[in-house]
């Protein structure tokens, strides 16, 4: 019982057994009675007064003592600093059941090489030149009620032409599967199960992120805005069940069962199969080890494709009040290879050219002045025989599915491409970013947009996997690029 109450109520009763002396008192009489009831009053207000100036605290009551928190994992240590990880504290927008996020990505990007159709290739990230454009307007969120789960986000935008067209799969089939989804980011349902230890199980189906390659699919939660090619050639998204479990608050351990490498639908009949193996022993430290195994070539399920990608995060430097007042770096390197239907790993035999894949990527990055600026200095490489994890030049409007005359990706064919960036962040607070990049980008082949673009006068003509005739695209080997983009993740 609060203590206001406590003491009306003594104050009350002390009242009472006064006045009940009073009128049995042979000495008492009306002018006594009131003379005693006006002290009562005035001693009353007063200890009214005396408690709403305690402000009524001093007993605190039950109903207002919160349960304690749910213990999760990785709450140890703010790891808002990691590349491809939110910097984002909490949500302005949360609720009890749910929790909105509002994502806004819009980009002008400079290339040096001045393609006339405005296109650019080679790049998830962004797609179009000299314009302003929306690489993505994300809206949705997470559901969660009694330990039921949901997740939705949407990818109006670039995002929603340049992901489906890297998907060959929907080529499979009916029902159009790149339209049916191309919209959609994510989109997942799943359960909370209380098994195992103090963190649980979750168990998810649908559309969820993948982070092969360690940076989001969001370029707000970067380091830079365009990453090296271990990055941006390996998957951003996966279509089918994962499970995650927590040995200890420091270590996920997830579980995929998917249709393919980045696909809504199956190439084959095989599914894809993987798994993340994510350990944050203390909070300047982030180990992380995503491997796959799956039969990802259209109509050759005897070709099997295996990839692991391995990546280190470290923060060297933190120290709050300085002018330079953090400072990290992440190494990423991924080795995968393709192994039977006329292929071979890491090595050739007759009618059996070399297919593999070797990439590395590094970046630092150092934060100033309470973390309101930050420079990210980075780059990478890769060695691809046989290009199947080279993104499609989109010439004539070319897709995965459709493939391009001008741009083989048949075994045997070679490729070997580098890049580096430097990037510069205007931190306005944690939901929103400015950002200002140079990036410079070159391959051992034509492979980036030149001067003459690559689309055929008057527009695309015919099927894009066949030559138009009189006319080729003007493909380099080596792009520079300012990109200046405004991030926000609410």
């Known amino acids: 019982m609060p203590a206001s109450r406590v003491a009306v109520l003594l104050s009350f009763v002390f009242a009472a057994a006064v006045c009940a002396r009073a009128q049995s008192s042979p000495e008492s009489s009306d002018a006594a009675l009131r003379r005693q009831v006006q002290d009562l009053q005035k001693r009353l207000e007063q200890l009214e007064k005396e408690v709403g100036a305690a402000g009524g605290a001093a007993v605190p009551s039950t109903a207002t003592v919160a349960a304690p928190a749910v213990a999760q994992p990785f709450d140890f240590a703010d790891f808002t600093w990691l590349n491809g990880n939110s910097r984002t504290h909490d949500s302005p927008l949360d609720t009890k059941y749910f929790t909105p996020e509002i994502r806004v990505d819009a980009n002008y990007v400079y290339d040096f090489n001045h393609p006339k159709d405005h296109t650019l290739d080679g790049s998830c990230e962004t797609g179009r030149t000299n314009e302003l454009q929306i690489q993505q307007l994300g809206l949705g969120g997470d559901f969660h009620y009694d330990n039921v789960r949901a997740r939705f986000m949407t990818q109006f935008g670039e995002y929603s032409q340049m992901t489906p067209r890297n998907d060959a799969s929907p080529s499979r089939g009916q029902w159009n599967l790149n339209n049916a989804y191309q919209y959609i980011s994510e989109a997942y349902g799943g359960y909370h199960f209380d098994v195992l230890n103090q963190y649980g199980v979750n168990v998810d189906a649908g559309i969820f992120m993948s982070y092969i390659g360690l940076f989001s699919y969001y370029n ?36 995929w069962l998917i249709n393919g490498w980045q696909s809504y639908g199956m190439f084959n009949e095989q599914p894809g199969v993987g798994t993340e193996q994510l350990w944050r022993p203390t909070g300047w430290l982030e180990l992380i080890s995503n491997d796959y195994m799956g039969a990802d070539t259209p109509g050759n ?70 973390d309101k600026y930050a420079l990210t200095l980075g780059g990478g490489a890769i060695t691809n025989p046989g290009r199947y994890l080279v993104l499609l030049p989109p010439v004539n409007g070319a897709t995965a599915a459709s493939g391009t005359p001008y741009f083989t990706e048949n075994p045997g064919d070679q ?32 492979y980036f947009a030149g ?40």
């Open 415 to 446: 490729f070997k491409a580098w890049d580096m960036s430097a990037t510069f962040d205007i931190l306005q607070n944690d939901y929103l970013t400015w950002r200002l990049e140079f990036d410079h980008r070159a391959a051992d082949v034509p």
């Open 301 to 370: 399920p005897a070709r099997q494709r295996y990839h692991s990608d391995n990546s280190a995060e470290v923060k060297y430097l933190d120290r709050p009040k300085s002018f330079i007042d953090k400072a990290a770096f992440s190494l990423t390197f991924d080795a995968g290879c393709e192994n039977g239907g006329g292929v071979k790993c890491f090595s050739s035999a007759p009618g059996a050219p070399q297919q593999d894949f070797l990439g590395f990527m590094f970046y630092d990055r150092t934060w100033f002045a309470r």
């Open 220 to 255: 707000a939660d970067n380091w830079a805005y365009q990453p090296s090619y271990v990055s941006a050639n390996t998957p951003w998204f996966f279509n089918g069940v994962r499970i995650q479990t927590f040995p200890t608050d420091r270590w996920k351990s997830e579980f």
């Open 451 to 490: 001067p003459g673009g690559m689309t055929p006068p008057g527009g695309n003509n015919g099927n894009p996997g066949a030559v138009v005739a009189g006319w080729a695209p003007d493909l380099v080997k080596a792009e520079n690029r300012i990109n200046v983009a405004m991030l926000i993740k609410l």
